[in-house]
């Protein structure tokens, strides 16, 4: 087993893949799928779903961030929230923080549902992150 790098361009770990196919990832999956006799729905474009509401409530997280039978956490993605990561890595938290604020996105991510949040605590390295609109869907899932 190994590494396994589909893309249109060469890339820099092509020599250390076991597998390099230049293709397009859609053209392999959908190649991949028949072959295993997988059946697939296709996705909503995310251009195609209105926008996620920014304030999950209900989710079944502790305040851990850990998923727990009968929780309900709420989280305020709105403009303007203050939130603090949990499960973060050590030298992420030692570099910005675990402290962020919900700072408006680009239009054409925030219509996709995509959050933008900006670390800057005192004598830490300010820095802006997503939480991509996938991330939102897997935590209303649970």
């Keep these: 087993l190994g ?13 250390l893949s076991s597998l390099r196919i230049f293709a397009k990832i859609d053209t392999v999956m959908e190649r991949l799928a028949t072959e ?6 296709l996705a909503t ?11 999950l409530s209900g989710l079944p997280y502790g305040p851990d961030g850990r998923r727990k039978a009968g929780a309900s956490l709420t989280l305020d993605l709105r403009v303007g929230s203050r939130c603090r990561i949990v499960n973060q890595p050590k030298w992420d938290c030692e570099r910005h923080g675990n402290l962020c ?12 549902g995509h959050v933008m949040i900006l670390f800057d605590s005192p004598g830490k390295k300010s820095v802006t992150r997503f939480v991509g609109s996938w991330w939102l869907d897997a935590a209303r899932a649970g």
């Design 45 to 55: 474009p995310a251009s195609a779903r209105a926008p996620p509401s920014t304030l």
């Design 101 to 112: 604020v919900v700072v408006e996105s680009p239009d054409a991510l925030a219509r996709e």
């Design 3 to 15: 590494t396994v790098i589909v893309t249109l361009q060469q890339t820099q770990y092509d020599k």
């Design 36 to 41: 295993l006799k997988l059946s697939c729905s």
